[in-house]
């Protein structure tokens, strides 16, 4: 992937998926944007990071790989087409965009939900997700007529290449292969973007633009460690047990899986919702 440059949301955290993502892009020779919000962890149990250590740190592993960060909070009227104007400003045009930032926390059952709780969830992690992804496919000129065309008429799609081309992912979550209690508005607002993946993707394609979603599973990012559990531990360590592998995912597993959707080898791979999960979903 060298000389391609991809935006990646959510990156605030050595133990978060966005900062996997982002060592594993860089490591594949991409030129990054970072966007990170670490007043969203603070008051968490597993609580953040210094953001500017971390970006050292992976600039150090890989010089010049961050071309720029920035810090926003996605839940904000205007958010999603700011950060896409302030990445293209400083690295110039985008070739891939990773959704990986999320809201978590703030959430409640069915009947612990109310009108903040879901909007605050839709808005970051829906709404901010589908609006990022309008702003950077309009970098792409389309390539095929917008509106449907008459009975019998054919359509006409330029060829392009895979440097002409741009790739984006979204994360989901397991909601679509098991309940979520508790979790109802994130749940909810992460459905969405499983069940939008392929309207989506079919208006992405007129500018060239392939969409893929991923599913990564229990993946352990601080939240099922001991003295950062988010849950009991008897119940994190009995459903570590059934694990077909012994364990939960780690970011660098589902970051393994981002990279190559951001690769030319993944050109055939269009419109997907992908399970990745080492077998959780399975029972």
């Known amino acids: 992937m060298a000389g391609r440059t991809i935006l990646v949301t959510g990156v605030s955290r050595r133990r978060g998926i966005g900062f996997g993502i982002a060592a594993a892009l860089a490591d594949a020779g991409a030129r990054l944007v970072l966007h990170h919000y ?46 896409i104007q302030t990445a293209t400003q400083a690295a110039g045009r985008l070739d ?79 909601q679509i292969d098991s309940p979520m209690p508790g979790e109802v508005a994130y749940a909810t607002s992460k459905a969405a973007l499983a069940g939008v993946t392929k309207t989506v993707c079919a208006e992405l394609l007129s500018r060239g633009v392939a969409l893929n979603t ?37 970011p660098e597993d589902a970051a393994r899986l981002v990279a190559w959707l951001m690769s030319p080898a993944s050109r055939w791979v269009v419109g997907q919702v992908i399970t990745s999960d080492g077998g959780f979903s399975l029972g």
Not at 39 to 58: M, R, T
């Open 38 to 83: 670490a007043p969203h962890d603070e008051p968490q149990p597993w609580g953040s990071d210094d953001v500017d250590a971390l970006l050292d740190d992976l600039d150090a592993a890989h010089p010049g790989c961050v071309l720029a960060d920035v810090s926003l909070d996605l839940s904000g009227a205007g958010a999603a087409k700011e950060l």
């Open 96 to 174: 891939g965009l990773v959704c990986n930032h999320a809201r978590s926390g703030g959430d409640g059952s069915l009947f612990d939900v109310d009108d903040e709780m879901l909007d605050g969830h839709w808005r970051v992690n829906a709404r901010s997700t589908i609006l990022l992804t309008r702003y950077f496919a309009e970098q792409f000129e389309p390539r095929a007529p917008q509106s449907p065309t008459a009975p019998g008429q054919r359509l006409t799609r330029e060829p392009h290449d895979d440097r002409s081309s741009g790739r984006v992912v979204w994360l989901t979550s397991g």
């Open 214 to 250: 991923i599913n990564p599973g229990p993946v352990n990012t601080g939240y099922m460690d001991p003295e950062t559990a988010d849950r009991p531990l008897d119940e994190l360590r009995a459903m570590e047990a059934r694990q077909p592998f012994g364990r939960f995912g780690a």
